[in-house]
Structures are given as structure tokens and as C-alpha cells.
């Protein structure tokens, strides 16, 4: 875990970072080096250190966060040439880099001095350009895809683990596929597993402007996350409401709900309790997914109307009733696919649109301690290949 120290250049290392960023440590700064992000956190640290002014500092934030997003774009999308390195589908670098980073623009102490919202919105900044939100730009001519996913989670669990809903946007962001004559372009974007996030609208501010009329706006929007075990779940019925109080989110934040009172977060737009994909499930889940299967989901939790006990309704939700769980659950992974979903219905009801739960990563049942192993390697991609299956089945 990561501990507090004296200043060295101009970085405060007594000023503590969040939950998140103080999970920085040993497994993670061998990930950072197996993945080659370590060159690019150091290089962050000695470039605000050279910062001599405010706007100066805004620039840089914003180029070194798309900087990092296009390298681990690149990185994902090619094969590495060190023999040490991590494959090129491993999610984890990203992550821990932008953690790392984040922490270093958390201690940073200019000499010019910076106040507790300038710092804020320098955070905001680098967030939106390190997830691939600033860059979601698509060219003309082309149909377009929006796929987005999210961070690792559960790392109080195990440090070690990734996202293969984070490792897929990697390795589509950008690329181009020519499906019957017709060419799709895909941008993508990473979501953080905190509430915070979601309740600052960072869902509505990466995927309305790709829901508006004009050069922008989008052929199809598919959010994703990591669901259940051998799995690719297509989620029908997306529900309003946060009900997990099991885990917390990644800086140990919980949502508030429970299955019998669940919670709407407080930005949420005005919307129903339930809302219903409109992506081509039916095709979609023809899609050959290897070793795992894939299912039209359907099952939700909800509170019938004038009652107080959830009840499981395997066919979705009955008229009236209040969103417990939706069929991709209470967490966040079901906020991101009704906040989607509830953009599509305010600003384009005719887009295609729904979420995708891919099955869960895990490691070979012996690895108790290394990062990595064929089995956790081979997992991934095929769950990465898995999806990219069950998307062209959509186009």
C-alpha cells in the first residue's frame, strides 16, 4: 500500500490520496513496469514540475491524459516486443497509470500555487482525457459504433485482477470493420467503477454528444461491463434504482440501496423505473462466443406496485413496480446501461442501444500470488474475442 513521504521535487508525498490511489504498491508497480506505463507516470511527474503557469497546466493535463489513453490504445491493439512485458489485451496498465498519475496531480505543489477547484477540475480534466471521452471522434462517412467499459474492481479482493470489459474497449478504439459493404468505425470509452463519477454525470457527458443530430451522433451505443461466470449476458430491462450493499465501489464508497430500498442517485434525469435495450439481441445472441454461452437476460428484481418485498420476475418487470435490480443488477454496471438507455429515449429513441455483461476474468485456481498466468491470459482473450463477436452480430 502506498505510503505518505516527504517532498521531492514538486510533489508532496505526505498528502494522501484516495482509497483507490493508496492500493498503489508492489503488484501494481510490476504491472506498471510489465505494461511499460512506468516511463510515462515518471515522465508525468517531471513534466508538472517544469509547469510554469496555470493554462500551461491545463494543457498539460489534458495532452498527457489523451497521451495515455492513445498509448494504451496502441499498445492494446498491438503486439509488445519486450519478453517480459504483459500481452498486449492486459487492461491493468491503464488503470494503475491513471491511478498513479492522478496521485501525482493530487500532490502536486506548484509554485505559483493552486486552489482546491482549479485542482479539482485539473483532475476532471485528466479523468475525461485518460478514459478516451475527449477523443471519441469519429470520421465522416463511416457508420458509428460506441462501445465503452470499465475499470477493474473488487481490488481489495485481489490487487491483481483486471476488467475484460476495460481490455475489449482497448482493443476496439478506432478500428474500422467492413461488414457487407459497409464500413463502422468503433471509439471507446473506459468507465471508473465510482459512484462519484456517476453522480458528476460523467455517463451523460461521454455519450449525449453521440446522441445529438450532427457529424457526431452515433449508429449504435453499447455499454459493457463484467457480469457472471461464463456468460455473455445481453441485458433487457434496465432499472432506475442502486440496490447493491454488498461491495463498495473502488474508493470503498457504497451506493446507499439495498434490494428493499433501493436508491436513485441524485443526478439521475427524470425517467421511468424500467427501460428496455433496443439493441439487436435476437441476432446477437447467435454469436459463436467459444467456450462460453450467451443469453437474452430478462430476470429482474422489483418491488411490485403498493408492495414492500422484492419478488424475481424471470420475464422482466410488472406495471408499477420500483427497480431493485435490474436484469444486469443493482450496481453500477445496470446504472451505466439505464443512464445509456435513458439517453437514447430523451435525445434519439430510434438509436439502437443496450448493455452487455461479458463473463467474469479469474486466474488459475493455483496462481495465489503472480499476475498473470496462460489460463488468466487465455480467459481474456477469449472473452475479448467473445465480444467482439457478439458486436459485429449487431452490425
Not at 441524485?266 to 459463436?288: F, H, K, N, V, Y
Request: glycine share 10%; charged share 20%; hydrophobic share 40%.
Amino acid at each position: 500500500m502506498f505510503q505518505g513521504g516527504p517532498v521531492t521535487g514538486c510533489l508532496d508525498h505526505s498528502v494522501v490520496g484516495t482509497v483507490e490511489e493508496q492500493r498503489l504498491g508492489r503488484l501494481p508497480a510490476e504491472i506498471l513496469r510489465r505494461s511499460g506505463f512506468d516511463r510515462q507516470v515518471a515522465a508525468f511527474g517531471q513534466l508538472l514540475c517544469r509547469v510554469p503557469d496555470r493554462r500551461a497546466a491545463g494543457v498539460l493535463v489534458r495532452t498527457q491524459g489523451e497521451a495515455l489513453w492513445r498509448a494504451a490504445t496502441y499498445r492494446a491493439q498491438h503486439a509488445p516486443t519486450d519478453a517480459d512485458a504483459l500481452p498486449a489485451s492486459d487492461d491493468r496498465g491503464l488503470y494503475w497509470a491513471r491511478i498513479s498519475m492522478a496521485l501525482a496531480l493530487r500532490q502536486w505543489r506548484p509554485d505559483f500555487g493552486i486552489g482546491t477547484a482549479e485542482r479539482a477540475e485539473l483532475m476532471r480534466s485528466f479523468e475525461y482525457a485518460s478514459r478516451g471521452i475527449t477523443s471519441t471522434r469519429f470520421a465522416p462517412g463511416v457508420k458509428k459504433i460506441l462501445v465503452t467499459g470499465f475499470d477493474p474492481f473488487t481490488l481489495d479482493a485481489d490487487i491483481r485482477i483486471g476488467n475484460p470489459s476495460g481490455a475489449n474497449a482497448l482493443t476496439l478504439d478506432g478500428q474500422r470493420w467492413k461488414i457487407d459493404g459497409t464500413t463502422y468505425e468503433i471509439q471507446t470509452v473506459v468507465f471508473p467503477v465510482r459512484y462519484l463519477d456517476f453522480d458528476q454525470n460523467m455517463v451523460e457527458n461521454a455519450l449525449a454528444p453521440h446522441y445529438r443530430p450532427g457529424p457526431q451522433r452515433a449508429d449504435l451505443v453499447m455499454t459493457a461491463s463484467q457480469g457472471r461466470v461464463g456468460i455473455f449476458d445481453l441485458e433487457v430491462f434496465n432499472g432506475r434504482r442502486r440496490s447493491v450493499s454488498s461491495i463498495g465501489d473502488n474508493n470503498n464508497v457504497w451506493g446507499g440501496g439495498t434490494i428493499s430500498a433501493p436508491v436513485v442517485s441524485p443526478s439521475m434525469p427524470p425517467g421511468p423505473e424500467w427501460i428496455t435495450s433496443s439493441l439487436p439481441l435476437a441476432r446477437m445472441a447467435q454469436a459463436d462466443v467459444g467456450p462460453f454461452r450467451t443469453r437474452v437476460n430478462t430476470s429482474v428484481l422489483e418491488i411490485p406496485a403498493g408492495g414492500t418485498t422484492p419478488v424475481r420476475r424471470p420475464d422482466g418487470p410488472t406495471a408499477g413496480s420500483i427497480a431493485s435490480e435490474g436484469t444486469g443488477g443493482g450496481y453500477l454496471s445496470n446504472e451505466v446501461a439505464y443512464r445509456n438507455t435513458l439517453q437514447r429515449d430523451l435525445l434519439d429513441p430510434s438509436m439502437p442501444a443496450g448493455h452487455l455483461h461479458v463473463p467474469v476474468l479469474t486466474f488459475d485456481l493455483a496462481n495465489k500470488t503472480a499476475i498473470t498466468d496462460p489460463t488468466y491470459e487465455a480467459n481474456r482473450d477469449a472473452i475479448v474475442a467473445g465480444a467482439h463477436a457478439v458486436l459485429r452480430a449487431a452490425l
